[in-house]
Each structure stands twice: as structure tokens, then as C-alpha cells.
């Protein structure tokens, strides 16, 4: 197999992507990519499908024998109902951004938080255990991120949000479940101060400073950075964002999301298919398809 096309065969294996909408969705380029790079007789599929129509969708996907597919906004918790079994890491999440279909049955996983430790261990260096970490943001990658600092053992979690009680709300649930000593608290400068101060590694979960609005102001002053520490953004679009800018200015090693997005995918590859991901053809494919949008 070459080129862009897909090949079809009569045996050929079903993948996608439920999402809703799914038209600037990278994935399908990244899965079929792979596919190709390794030989595999595997196609992946952009599959834009409306709220009400998720649980149809779910049955019409078993029924169809597809093996493996992603999950994105707005399906990612919705679907945890519809599902016959649910992994720890998306139980500790609260969402699922990969099934697996196996012998009729749908397993909800989350690679997420596993891809995001991935990035920071591969392209980083970095290894949370005993270290200390702070969080902007309390929503669904929040989550991902939180759950997967505590897992992998760092020493305390700082949560801060603008909605002070999500904050709180996310920081007691890790703590309950996860047995880290985690606080949520509000963006303000003066108690963020103290908390930037030790904190090893700072990540932004918002969505602030993604294209279009790239000239935003950071959710922090980087100056309350701890030059050395890793400001890491989950944007990775643009592939700098001014928090990032501000973080190298102030002495700060940086990292963007693309890291995630491609071990997140790869992680979901080596589910379906137990093969080892082709991660440097997944991340071209995730940089083409990002130049697209
Ligand atoms: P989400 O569930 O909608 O959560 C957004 C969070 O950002 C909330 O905590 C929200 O605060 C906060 N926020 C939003 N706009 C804000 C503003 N103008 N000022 C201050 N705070 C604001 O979104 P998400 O799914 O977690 O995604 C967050 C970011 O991560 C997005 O940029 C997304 O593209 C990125 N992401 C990247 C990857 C990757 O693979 N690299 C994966 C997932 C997500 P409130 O609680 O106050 O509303």
C-alpha cells in the first residue's frame, strides 16, 4: 500500500472516530497512516454522529464488526452507559476516548492521561514520581492529567480553575481515589504564588491561547513560573502558545500537545491491533493534517 489511498479488501477491518462534529478530527489521517505504514488490511473512519443518535450508532458498530474506534466531544462520558465493560483509567477519568469491540461486547478505555505520560517521559525527560504538580484548568483533559500524575505517583497535585468549586470538586476525587494529597483552588495570583513556587511541572488544560485567539494572555502571569520547572500546554495548535512563549522567556523547559495527541493515538493503535504504533509516522501525519486546518 502507498500514497494517500486506502486500501478496500473484502476482509478488510473497521475503525473510526464517534464524535460530533468530527470533520477537523486528525485522527483518521494518523489510524490510516499507520494502517498503511505497517501493511495492516484496516481502514478508519470519520463517523459524525448527533447526541441522540449515540446509542444506535454503538449497536450498528457491533453489528457491523468493527473492531476498535475513538471517542470525542460530545460522546466521550455519554457513552459510559452504553458500554458492556469500562477499563480503571476511564472509571478514574469519567470518560472514554477509545472501544474496543470484542467477541459483541464494547470496552470503554482512556488513553489520555496514559498518552499524556507518555509525551512527558518521551519528549521531556520528565517523570512525575515524588515530584510536584499544578494544573490550570478542571475540565475533561484536567481530569485525564490529574488522575495520570497521581497514578504515576507525583508527590502533590495543585488544581486551580476559574470555577474554583470544579477545581475542588476534581482535586477531592483524585485524592479519595487515587490516595495523593491534592488541593483545588481559584486562578488568582496570590495563592498560585506559593504553588508555582514548588511546583516541578505546570500544565495548561484550558483552552486558552488555541487558535484562533493566539494572542490571548496566558491564564497565569509566566512570570510566576519557577525558571527549570516544565511548563507543558495541551494546545498544539499553535504549536507555541504565549503561555508556552512566556514560560521559555522566563527560563521554563516547554512542551506542547502534540506529544499527547500522537501517544494517545498510538496507545489506542497498540489496543486494537496489539501491534507496536509507528509513533514518528503518526506524529507526520498528526503535523499534515494540522497544517490542513
Ligand atoms: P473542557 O472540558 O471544556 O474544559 C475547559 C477548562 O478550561 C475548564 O476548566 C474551563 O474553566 C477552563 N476555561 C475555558 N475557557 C477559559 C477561559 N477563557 N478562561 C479561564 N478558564 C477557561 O475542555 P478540555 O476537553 O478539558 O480541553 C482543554 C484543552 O486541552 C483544549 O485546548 C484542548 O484542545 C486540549 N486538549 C488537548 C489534548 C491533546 O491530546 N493534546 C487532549 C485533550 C484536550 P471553567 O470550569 O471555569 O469553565
Same mark, same amino acid.
Given at each position: ?10 476482509? *478488510? ?58 471517542? *470525542? ?60 504538580? *499544578? ?36 482535586? *477531592? ?121
Amino acid at each position: 500500500m502507498s500514497g494517500t489511498a486506502v486500501n478496500i479488501s473484502g476482509k *478488510t477491518r473497521l475503525f473510526g472516530i464517534l464524535g460530533y462534529p468530527v470533520e477537523h478530527s486528525v485522527s483518521p489521517g494518523v489510524h490510516n497512516a499507520a494502517f498503511r505504514h505497517l501493511e495492516l488490511d484496516m481502514v478508519y473512519l470519520p463517523l459524525p454522529v448527533k447526541p441522540d443518535d449515540l446509542g444506535q450508532a454503538v449497536a450498528g458498530m457491533v453489528a457491523l464488526g468493527f473492531v476498535g474506534a475513538n471517542v *470525542t466531544i460530545p460522546h466521550k462520558e455519554a457513552i459510559i452507559p452504553l458500554l458492556d465493560e469500562l477499563a480503571v483509567e476511564a472509571r478514574l477519568i469519567g470518560a472514554v476516548n477509545t472501544l474496543v469491540f470484542r467477541e459483541g461486547k464494547v470496552e470503554g478505555h482512556n488513553t489520555d492521561g496514559a498518552g499524556f505520560l507518555a509525551a512527558l517521559e518521551k519528549e521531556a525527560g520528565f517523570a512525575p514520581q515524588g515530584k510536584v504538580g *499544578t494544573i490550570l484548568g478542571a475540565g475533561g483533559a484536567a481530569r485525564a492529567v490529574a488522575v495520570a500524575l497521581a497514578q504515576a505517583g507525583a508527590r502533590e497535585i495543585y488544581i486551580a480553575n476559574r470555577t474554583p468549586a470544579r477545581a475542588v470538586e476534581l482535586a *477531592t476525587h483524585v485524592q479519595r481515589e487515587l490516595g495523593i494529597p491534592c488541593r483545588g483552588l481559584a486562578i488568582a495570583p496570590e495563592d498560585l504564588r506559593p504553588v508555582l513556587r514548588r511546583s516541578d511541572l505546570v500544565v495548561n488544560a484550558s483552552p486558552v491561547g488555541m487558535y484562533p485567539h493566539v494572542d490571548d494572555p496566558p491564564l497565569i502571569p509566566t512570570g510566576l513560573l519557577e525558571p527549570g520547572c516544565l511548563a507543558c500546554d495541551l494546545i498544539y495548535n499553535p504549536s507555541e502558545t504565549a503561555f508556552l512563549r512566556g514560560a521559555h522567556r522566563r527560563g521554563c523547559r516547554t512542551l506542547n500537545g502534540l506529544g499527547m495527541l500522537v501517544y494517545q493515538g498510538a496507545l489506542s493503535f497498540e489496543l486494537w491491533t496489539g501491534r507496536a504504533a509507528p509513533v514518528e509516522v503518526m506524529r507526520a501525519a498528526a503535523l499534515a493534517g494540522l497544517q490542513k486546518c
